[in-house]
């Protein structure tokens, strides 16, 4: 077995590195083809972060009435706190809102005015909640009113952000299923275009699989070495995937960080190196053997 | 040892390759014979039939006292071993040296390594290409090519050597070489069946010729000539 074994690998090794010209086309798609598979995964890192950006940025605000004091608002604030669909909530009272609100128009003279004559601070406490999902801000209301805070709550702003909430909502859904259909598509045409390669590749070596039957050469000896073969391009595909990713992921890191808003392609890229470079070698090796193997096997019907 | 039964072969729709053949070669020890005709009068066929690259329409050959046509596609390389081929277009593994080709002939027969480099040189010593080991097919000239072929045919130490038209490609001067080695095979005491319309090959033979035309045997004689 040992020797059989050393025979088909070295078979496999002279045929990869002696037959030029389609091994290098093979090799040459396989890389394509795992690149683009490696680049599926970055695009899947770089959409979530946008959505998580997104989602960062959408809250709603809870006002709650003159009275209420700051102990009854850190109570709220603990509840909400406890609830599974909250992310986080942070107060702003009244004198940081009328803040906020002077900071946001410092330069509207006529509005700061106003607030002078008026004379009092006219704005109400709130709590701004977050959370984890932008679906989840209807739950969270109907918690919300149905309970005994209902009197201190003044007014909520979701009834204004429900459009945009669930526009955003819908969006991110869309772009999660998008994204996945899109990149098994192009899985599937990368797949099938590595496998037409190789199959070209046993093709044109169909006579000399002829000669070897003639010579009388078991199919496990004919099929081995094109087994090896298969490997060898998917592991060399893979580790030069790996690379020109790895290169390329460096320059383009400040172009992505400026488009997505701070997904730093480069770092996701170091990150995840290792497993990365697995899935890489793995698709590469699987991709080759596969495609080797149900090619060759009309050649060894009979 | 083999024995053609009322062999036919039919290509569809209605080419006839072979018509009925029957004949038996070793029946007294190994032998040499030649199986001589033109163009398309059924030699090839004959001999894809013993290789079972194909199979009889009717008819059956039998080798070693076994149908070949039993024989399962699982066993058919073990079949194949014991034969030894030469073809006009040498069938040399081009991205194999020439040391290569002949040692993959016992490689896959499962050969040790020691036979393999025990037997290799001395074969190519016997073909005359000891200084040609290393090179690739591609760089040998057509008397090169068929010896290593031959020296590849040989390494399995077959019972029987099938050459079809081993000097189609070969000047004179090397189809005299080829023919001086397969003679050489057979005192060595295997069985040679070599399919040619090589006239001049034949007549300086002086062994047994089967003369087929149109897929029927016309003539089977022990030391023959070549008349068509």
Same mark, same amino acid.
């Given at each position: 077995?040992?020797?059989?074994?050393?025979?088909?690998?070295?078979?496999?090794?002279?045929?990869?590195? #002696?037959?030029?010209?389609?091994?290098?086309?093979?090799?040459?798609?396989?890389?394509?083809?795992?690149?683009?598979?490696?680049?599926?995964?970055?695009?899947?890192?770089?959409?979530?972060?946008?959505?998580?950006?997104?989602?960062?940025?959408?809250?709603?605000?809870?006002?709650?009435?003159?009275?209420?004091?700051?102990?009854?608002?850190?109570?709220?604030?603990?509840?909400?706190?406890?609830?599974?669909?909250?992310?986080?909530?942070?107060?702003?009272?009244?004198?940081?809102?009328?803040?906020?609100? #002077?900071?946001?128009?410092?330069?509207?003279?006529?509005?700061?005015?106003?607030?002078?004559?008026?004379?009092?601070?006219?704005?109400?406490?709130?709590? $701004?909640?977050?959370?984890?999902?932008?679906?989840?801000?209807?739950?969270?209301?109907?918690?919300? $009113?149905?309970?005994?805070?209902?009197?201190?709550?003044?007014?909520?702003?979701?009834?204004?952000?429900?459009?945009?909430?669930?526009?955003?909502?819908?969006?991110?859904?869309?772009?999660?299923?998008?994204?996945?259909?899109?990149?098994?598509?192009?899985?599937?045409?990368?797949?099938?275009?590595?496998?037409?390669?190789?199959?070209?590749?046993?093709?044109?070596?169909?006579?000399?699989?002829?000669?070897?039957?003639?010579?009388?050469?078991?199919?496990?000896?004919?099929?081995?070495?094109?087994?090896?073969?298969?490997?060898?391009?998917?592991?060399?595909?893979?580790?030069?995937?790996?690379?020109?990713?790895?290169?390329?992921?460096?320059?383009?890191?400040?172009?992505?960080?400026?488009?997505?808003?701070?997904? $730093?392609?480069?770092?996701?890229?170091?990150?995840?190196?290792?497993?990365?470079?697995?899935?890489?070698?793995?698709?590469?090796?699987?991709?080759?053997?596969?495609?080797?193997?149900?090619?060759?096997?009309?050649?060894?019907?009979? | 040892?083999?024995?053609?039964?009322? =062999?036919?072969?039919?290509?569809?729709?209605?080419?006839?390759?072979?018509?009925?053949?029957?004949?038996?070669?070793?029946?007294?020890? %190994?032998?040499?014979? &030649?199986?001589?005709?033109?163009?398309?009068?059924?030699?090839?066929?004959?001999?894809?039939?013993?290789?079972?690259?194909?199979?009889?329409?009717?008819?059956?050959?039998?080798?070693?006292?076994?149908?070949?046509?039993?024989?399962?596609?699982?066993?058919? &390389?073990?079949?194949?071993?014991?034969?030894?081929?030469?073809?006009?277009?040498?069938?040399?593994?081009? %991205?194999?040296?020439?040391?290569? %080709?002949?040692?993959?002939?016992?490689?896959?027969?499962?050969?040790?390594?020691?036979?393999?480099?025990?037997?290799?040189?001395?074969?190519?010593?016997?073909?005359?290409?000891?200084?040609?080991?290393?090179?690739?097919?591609?760089?040998?000239?057509?008397?090169?090519?068929?010896?290593?072929?031959?020296?590849?045919?040989?390494?399995?130490?077959?019972?029987? =050597?099938?050459?079809?038209?081993?000097?189609?490609?070969?000047?004179?001067?090397? +189809?005299?070489?080829?023919?001086?080695?397969?003679?050489?095979?057979?005192?060595?005491?295997? +069985?040679? =069946?070599?399919?040619?319309?090589?006239?001049?090959?034949?007549? &300086?033979?002086?062994?047994?010729?089967?003369?087929?035309?149109?897929?029927?045997?016309?003539?089977? *004689? *022990?030391?023959?000539?070549?008349?068509?």
């Amino acid at each position: 077995m040992f020797t059989f074994l050393r025979r088909v690998i070295r078979f496999g090794w002279h045929n990869f590195w #002696r037959a030029g010209g389609l091994n290098v086309a093979t090799v040459f798609v396989l890389i394509v083809t795992i690149s683009l598979i490696t680049t599926l995964f970055i695009s899947e890192g770089a959409v979530k972060h946008i959505i998580a950006q997104i989602k960062e940025k959408i809250d709603i605000s809870v006002y709650v009435a003159p009275e209420t004091s700051n102990e009854e608002m850190e109570i709220i604030k603990d509840r909400l706190v406890e609830m599974p669909e909250v992310q986080a909530v942070s107060i702003v009272s009244k004198e940081d809102a009328l803040e906020q609100f #002077r900071e946001r128009h410092k330069n509207d003279p006529v509005l700061l005015e106003s607030l002078d004559i008026v004379g009092t601070n006219p704005f109400y406490a709130s709590l $701004n909640i977050r959370a984890n999902d932008p679906e989840q801000y209807a739950a969270i209301l109907e918690v919300l $009113n149905s309970s005994s805070l209902d009197d201190i709550i003044y007014k909520v702003d979701y009834v204004e952000k429900k459009t945009v909430i669930e526009k955003l909502s819908g969006f991110i859904t869309n772009v999660n299923t998008g994204g996945l259909l899109m990149a098994l598509a192009l899985g599937v045409v990368a797949v099938l275009v590595a496998f037409n390669t190789i199959r070209v590749a046993i093709y044109d070596a169909s006579k000399e699989i002829s000669i070897m039957r003639l010579v009388g050469a078991p199919n496990r000896f004919i099929r081995g070495p094109f087994i090896v073969q298969g490997m060898i391009a998917g592991a060399i595909a893979a580790l030069a995937s790996f690379f020109i990713l790895l290169l390329v992921s460096y320059f383009l890191a400040p172009k992505i960080d400026a488009m997505t808003n701070g997904f $730093n392609v480069f770092s996701w890229f170091k990150a995840r190196a290792f497993g990365l470079f697995f899935v890489q070698l793995a698709s590469g090796i699987a991709l080759g053997v596969i495609s080797s193997l149900i090619a060759i096997r009309k050649y060894l019907t009979a | 040892m083999i024995f053609f039964e009322n =062999i036919s072969k039919m290509y569809k729709p209605d080419t006839v390759a072979l018509k009925n053949v029957s004949f038996q070669i070793g029946a007294n020890g %190994n032998e040499f014979v &030649s199986i001589v005709g033109k163009s398309g009068a059924g030699k090839t066929t004959l001999i894809r039939l013993l290789l079972r690259e194909e199979e009889p329409t009717s008819g059956k050959i039998i080798y070693g006292g076994k149908n070949i046509a039993e024989i399962k596609n699982k066993d058919l &390389s073990i079949f194949r071993q014991k034969i030894g081929c030469v073809f006009q277009d040498y069938r040399l593994l081009p %991205n194999k040296t020439v040391f290569e %080709n002949v040692a993959y002939a016992m490689e896959v027969m499962g050969a040790t390594d020691y036979e393999i480099l025990r037997d290799v040189p001395r074969l190519l010593e016997i073909v005359g290409l000891e200084d040609r080991a290393k090179h690739f097919p591609l760089g040998l000239s057509g008397g090169e090519k068929q010896r290593t072929a031959i020296a590849r045919a040989l390494a399995v130490r077959p019972e029987v =050597i099938i050459a079809d038209e081993p000097t189609g490609n070969l000047d004179p001067y090397h +189809t005299r070489d080829i023919i001086n080695l397969l003679e050489k095979i057979y005192d060595l005491g295997a +069985t040679v =069946i070599l399919a040619t319309h090589d006239k001049a090959i034949i007549n &300086s033979l002086s062994r047994r010729v089967i003369t087929l035309d149109n897929g029927e045997i016309i003539r089977d *004689e *022990e030391k023959g000539r070549f008349i068509l």
